[in-house]
T-cell receptor
Framework: QSVLTQPPSASGTPGQTVTISCSGS????????VNWYQKVPGTAPKLLIY???QRPSGVPDRFSGSKSGTSASLAISGLQSENEADYYC???????????FGGGTKLTVL | EVQLLESGGGLVQPGGSLRLSCAAS????????MSWVRQAPGKGLEWVSG????????FYTDSVKGRFTISKDISRNTLYLHMSNLRAEDTALYYC???????????????WGQGILITVSS
């Protein structure tokens, strides 16, 4: 049971916009910045968003992040079949003095 | 190009010990924090441990405190994870990850190794 709550699954059709939520508390999201990762089975995780809403070079602007209070969201616009993957939020937790990942959201492109 | 290459994995009996290594290249190893992240079969990502740029600050998830030790050998550009008193629930693919920043939490992990499998079983 993670301290960060993500929906276990999400889906959309090509071209749609999908949003994945990540809910936490004052000791993590409420006080620290959120990062998002994409995990395709059989490959290493990839950093998609850092510092709530910043994209590393090479990440398309179809991926965007936001944070409000103790929740964060990842939005993927112009959905493509290659976006099928597991998505994880991650943030430092001041109470645990460690990093925590959300449980992950499996995105299916219908 | 940043490269992270893990080694030292394998099958170990419950209660046993193992040392993972992560050979780093393509960046100034002494300037960035590093971490180990694992993924158990069929499960999500779990952060295990982190270390600051110079190695003077270390952090652990509760389930491994007192059993795992993270360290950096800057002269060898290598990150280590010493694991002892291993349990079945430690079975996972372990990733070495480079932080974007010099200190934990690190601002996100922008480079990852391919992972090394640890299986704890009798």
């Amino acid at each position: 049971q993670s301290v960060l709550t993500q929906p276990p699954s999400a889906s959309g059709t090509p071209g749609q916009t999908v949003t994945i939520s990540c809910s936490g508390s004052s000791s993590n999201i409420g006080n620290n910045t959120v990062n998002w990762y994409q995990k395709v089975p059989g490959t290493a995780p990839k950093l998609l968003i850092y510092s709530n809403n910043q994209r590393p070079s090479g990440v398309p602007d179809r991926f965007s992040g936001s944070k409000s209070g103790t929740s964060a969201s990842l939005a993927i616009s112009g959905l493509q079949s290659e976006n099928e993957a597991d998505y994880y939020c991650a943030v430092w937790d001041d109470r645990l003095n460690g990093l925590v990942f959300g449980g992950g959201t499996k995105l299916t492109v219908l | 190009e940043v490269q992270l290459l893990e080694s030292g994995g394998g099958l170990v009996q419950p209660g046993g010990s193992l040392r993972l290594s992560c050979a780093a290249s393509g960046f100034t190893f002494s300037v960035y924090a590093m971490s180990w992240v694992r993924q158990a079969p069929g499960k999500g990502l779990e952060w295990v441990s982190g270390i600051s740029d110079r190695g003077d600050s270390t952090f652990y998830t509760d389930s491994v405190k007192g059993r795992f030790t993270i360290s950096k050998d800057i002269s060898r550009n290598t990150l280590y994870l010493h694991m002892s008193n291993l349990r079945a629930e430690d079975t996972a693919l372990y990733y070495c990850a480079k932080a974007r920043l010099y200190t934990m939490p690190g601002g996100g992990f922008d480079s990852w190794g391919q992972g090394i499998l640890i299986t704890v079983s009798s």
